[in-house]
């Protein structure tokens, strides 16, 4: 019984997690509407609110075409398994309200983000195109490299923490958060998680035009809107689990969906603000400039807690 009651939580989590995602890129298109001095959509329904059902529909009932000479079953799954993996990160939640407890929440999250490479680089050699294959090479390669730093990221907040556990993330921030603790720490944290959801200024997966739009070349319909569901379902995650590592909020709380959606915003704002960034200077950016500060602070972290642990106890 306890198993069906997890499992139905989950489900009906899955379906708001959906809708969120259908009305995050209209807020996506609205607020970029407005930094460029335009009215994003407004046509459908009540002020555009209608308009991600009406994409949904058009996406979903387009006819399904696929490239003749492509491995068929990998290049059709590939989506399904980017969404699934994306979907699948949110049963981590520590909401205590019958869905599944994580004592080791953190290990299952880096699990899940590092399996979401295979997706992109499947959807990419699939497709039996080499503009797909050379712009999964560098989406995975982009991926990867931004995932070192995001782990010892985390692994200096687990230091603080001494558990694997997200709940345990509330209760040690209940005077001071980790983002004013260690606030280089987070805003490294936010921009590894716009290169880990390929988002500008780190889009070269998604839109680089020497390459005709990355790995995604040969997807449309069905196929292209999983993939961009996954995307921004990653995205809410990422947002949700900022808000929990850094500004220390309780899932019962109001105020956990606000920094939600001002970290969701956030992502909208440097996409409507930053260029794109050179392509040379990205790997840079992740070994010689996030890398070095990560590991840094996580020897800092690991003295501090054991300074902690043995003249304060």
């Not at 996406?59 to 799954?77: A, D, R």
């Not at 900022?242 to 970290?263: D, R």
């Not at 992740?286 to 501090?304: D, E, I, Q, R, T």
């Amino acid at each position: 019984m306890m198993v069906l009651i997890k499992l139905v939580s989950y489900f009906i989590l899955v379906i708001l997690v959906l809708v969120s995602v259908a009305f995050f890129t209209l807020l996506e298109r609205k607020v970029l509407g407005y930094i460029q001095i335009r009215k994003g959509p407004n046509k459908v329904g009540y002020v555009g609110l209608l308009q991600p059902f009406a994409d949904a529909v058009k996406l979903f009932t387009k006819e399904q075409t696929f490239p003749t000479m492509s491995n068929f079953i990998p290049y059709y799954l590939s989506p399904v398994f980017s969404l699934f993996i994306s979907l699948v990160c949110w049963c981590l939640m520590p909401y205590e309200l019958g869905l599944f407890s994580f004592e080791f929440g953190v290990l299952f999250f880096l699990c899940c983000t590092s399996a979401g490479v295979y997706s992109t680089m499947g959807a990419g050699w699939a497709s039996n195109s080499k503009y797909s294959l050379l712009g999964c090479l560098r989406a995975v390669a982009q991926t990867i490299s931004y995932e070192v730093s995001l782990a010892l990221i985390l692994l200096s907040m687990l230091f603080l923490v001494g558990g694997f556990d997200l709940g345990l993330f509330e209760s040690y921030q209940r005077y001071c958060w980790f983002s004013v603790l260690g606030f280089p720490l987070a805003l490294l944290w936010f921009a590894s998680c716009l290169a880990e959801s390929n988002r500008t200024p780190f889009d070269f997966a998604e839109g680089e035009s020497e390459l005709v739009s990355g790995f995604n070349t040969e997807y449309s319909g069905g196929g292209f809107a999983l993939i961009f569901m996954a995307e921004y379902a990653s995205i809410l995650f990422l947002s949700a689990l900022f808000s929990i590592v850094f500004l220390g909020s309780s899932l019962v709380s109001v105020f956990f969906y606000v920094k939600i959606m001002l970290a969701g915003f956030c992502f909208v704002w440097v996409r409507g603000t930053l260029p794109r960034f050179r392509y040379d200077k990205l790997m840079y950016l992740a070994w010689k400039s996030f890398l070095p500060v990560a590991l840094n602070y996580c020897l800092f972290f690991m003295g501090l807690k054991v300074f902690l642990e043995v003249f304060l106890v």
